[in-house]
């Protein structure tokens, strides 16, 4: 519905522009979904039930932090580019995850207390 800078859609970008899978989540539209149901439809990677929930996102905030900041933005960087690349693709993907990469950093200027 709302176009990135590559002129598609997120929905669109992540079902690889599958007219017939985008046709049925438009089906969904204005319905309100469970947890079931959006991981049925492929709207959500995880949905743990209340059992595992401490545990999953424990482990997933656990793995996120266990990252290099150099490889952090690099997966930034490819997350930035989904889809058909264009030139605002190149430039807006790649400008981002630099300066996440300059200004995150512990060592950068940004992040040094005086």
Do not use: Y
Not at 18 to 39: F, M, N, P, T, Y
Not at 68 to 90: H, I, Q, Y
């Amino acid at each position: 519905m709302l176009p990135m800078v590559n002129g598609a859609g997120r929905l669109a970008v992540r079902f690889h522009d599958d007219a017939k899978k985008l046709d049925e989540l438009k089906k969904l539209c204005g319905q309100q979904l469970g947890a079931e149901s959006a991981l049925d439809s492929g709207l959500v990677t995880v949905a743990p039930d209340d059992l595992d929930w401490e545990d999953e996102i424990r482990i997933a905030i656990e793995e996120r932090v266990s990252l290099s900041p150099d490889a952090l933005t690099g997966m930034e960087s490819e997350f930035a580019v989904c889809g058909n690349e264009n030139l605002l693709t190149k430039i807006f993907g790649r400008l981002s995850a630099w300066q996440n990469w300059v200004f995150v950093r512990p060592n950068a200027t940004a992040n040094r207390v005086h």
